[in-house]
């Protein structure tokens, strides 16, 4: 199903990180209605102003720690009483976190568990039910290569990213038999260069611009399958990963 993003209002979660902006400025110059919701106020509103310049027909600011303990279903239902109808919820927000710390200290590691699958699978389930209730939306969720195989390296954050994208093949495979105006979609990324992983030395040909991922993304909200690699050579580098045998892949250091 192919799904017009011109005239069409999504809720941006997370809207001050690097894809996520890159994204909304596509989705803007398509003139575009956007919510963005994020904890920093003062970066909203100058990612707004920026979008408003670009061709939004509309921007507006909801400043909320998305991590946090709150009833989302009450703030996408406000959302949509004073911005209208919602036509689309876009999941950016999460935490990269730091493995090694992870491994002894049991608070470092139930945030990462805790920003990148429970708040995100409780903002999923609210935003699906108020897409069921129009019957009609996409909801996608950036997830990550991580979760398909764990590594040493990430295996916390990788296995975070694993429970987002059964959740939302779930869902999925929920709407498929239920309408085909519901479409869950949920984005598998590779090494992105974003403020996420600042911290990383970058280079070679695996890394991607935010931009590179957010034309994928566009083209996702409007059709597509539900699992979505970006960029697209992830999909067979990964598979790769998968199929190599455990004695072979305990050798390599990922």
Request: some cysteine; overall charge positive; proline content about 2%.
């Amino acid at each position: 199903m192919t799904q017009d993003t011109s005239s069409k209002h999504y809720v941006i979660l997370g809207g001050t990180s690097g894809v996520a902006v890159a994204t909304a400025r596509r989705l803007a110059a398509k003139g575009s209605k956007l919510t963005l919701v994020a904890r920093n106020g003062a970066a909203l509103q100058e990612v707004a102003d920026d979008l408003k310049v670009r061709g939004a027909a509309a921007v507006s600011c909801v400043v909320k720690d998305l991590a946090a303990e709150q009833d989302q279903s009450a703030i996408l239902n406000e959302i949509k009483s004073s911005a209208g109808d919602i036509d689309g919820v876009l999941i950016f927000y999460g935490i990269l976190g730091d493995q090694e710390r992870a491994e002894s200290d049991m608070s470092h590691a139930r945030d990462i568990l805790h920003v990148n699958f429970t708040s995100v699978a409780e903002w999923v389930l609210a935003s699906s039910q108020v897409l069921e209730e129009k019957g009609e939306g996409v909801l996608l969720a950036v997830s990550s290569v991580a979760g398909d195989r764990g590594r040493r390296s990430n295996f916390v954050y990788g296995a975070a990213k694993a429970g987002q994208s059964v959740l939302m093949q779930g869902l999925a495979h929920k709407w498929a038999a239920k309408s085909k105006k519901l479409r869950a979609v949920n984005m598998k990324l590779g090494f992105v260069d974003s403020p996420m992983t600042a911290h990383i030395e970058k280079g070679g040909p695996l890394w991607a611009q935010p931009d590179d991922v957010a034309k994928v993304i566009e083209k996702a909200l409007e059709k597509g399958g539900p699992n979505v690699y970006a960029p697209w050579f992830w999909r067979w580098i990964l598979l790769a990963i998968r199929v190599t045998p455990a004695f072979v892949f305990n050798k390599v250091n990922l």
